[in-house]
């Protein structure tokens, strides 16, 4: 009995590695480049607990400045764009062609010709909160192109990009940091196990 759930326990653990592993080589081979010329220097990472819910992108500190260049990770296009005095405030999602979307938030402007579009959507629409879906054929970017300039806009309380990297189909938050080599980042913080929890 003890051997058999010993077994179990083992079994489990490598299949979870295994899982993780695998998931992880793929996100790395998704070959995205980093939304800002900045190393990941991080006030906020993935998953941590916030008062409602779990932060579902990483933080990315910009030198306490606003202005910072924020470039598309990937090819793709510009599938909705925001303006909101609260949340994301300025945000910025890119749907890629190889099944993930990019998430670009609290931002001070947008980038030459989206500012313009947004800027005339003001008007248009006579509000100055925006939630809007645009099809690919407004805005395709190409990786590295400059999309905005990073900021402080919505529920945020001091300057940096909100980056997220999120599954296309599922919408699920996926860590960002899963897609970039370890030395894109700096990391402080030793990992820490709360819990584990074992089925068998
Ligand atoms: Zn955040």
């Known amino acids: 009995m003890f051997l058999s759930k010993n077994y179990c326990i083992t079994f489990t653990a490598y299949c ?10 793929e996100y790395r081979n998704s070959g995205f480049s980093k939304p800002v010329n900045l190393p990941f220097n991080l006030a906020g990472s993935f998953g941590e607990p916030r008062k409602d819910h779990f932060h579902s992108g990483i933080d990315i500190k910009t030198n306490g400045v606003e202005g910072e260049p924020v470039f598309a990770i990937g090819d793709g296009y510009i599938s909705r764009i925001k303006v909101s005095p609260y949340g994301y405030g300025k945000v910025i999602y890119i749907t890629h062609t190889n099944g993930f979307t990019s998430v670009y938030a609290h931002l001070s402007t947008f980038y030459g010709a989206i500012e313009k ?16 879906t645009l099809d690919a054929t407004i805005f395709p970017v190409k990786q590295k192109d400059t999309i905005a300039f990073s900021g402080n806009t919505g529920g945020s309380t001091a300057p940096h ?3 997220e990297i999120r599954n296309t189909k599922t919408e699920h938050a996926l860590n960002p940091l899963d897609f970039y080599p370890k030395e894109f980042y700096v990391d402080t913080i030793p ?3 709360n819990k584990v929890k074992i089925y068998c």
């Open 117 to 132: 579009y947004i800027h005339s959507q003001h008007y248009v629409q006579q509000k100055s909160e925006l939630d809007l």
């Open 191 to 193: 990992p820490q196990i």
């Open 161 to 163: 990009l909100h980056f």
């Open 16 to 25: 979870l590695l295994f899982t993780a592993y695998s998931f992880s080589q």
